[in-house]
């Protein structure tokens, strides 16, 4: 379930978006975080807290978002690959 709203209900700005807050973490950039060209909540940062994004509130310009405890198969970093075979 994709999350477009901060955890206190705020409509959450498009990652591609400049305005009504500029963004930092741009899909061009952090695509391999899932940042895109959508308003979905994501954690794209190496300190990220919580999952977040810009709102679209003028006074606020970000929010954390509840999305839920994260699944067994959702580890950030990856593991690493195995080590080859000799």
């Known amino acids: 379930l994709a ?3 901060t955890a206190r209900g705020m409509a959450c700005q498009r990652w591609s978006a400049m305005k009504p807050h500029p963004s930092h973490f741009l899909p061009t950039q952090f695509a391999h975080r899932g940042v895109g060209d959508h308003n979905q909540c994501r954690a794209p ?3 990220s807290y919580c999952a977040w994004c810009y709102t ?3 006074g606020t310009e970000w929010d954390c978002c509840d999305i839920g405890m994260p699944s067994e198969h959702c ?3 990856p593991s690493p690959p195995p080590p080859p075979n000799p």
Do not use: L
Request: proline share 8%.
């Open 3 to 5: 999350r477009r709203r």
């Open 75 to 77: 580890v950030w970093p």
């Open 45 to 47: 940062g190496d300190y």
């Open 56 to 58: 679209m509130e003028a």
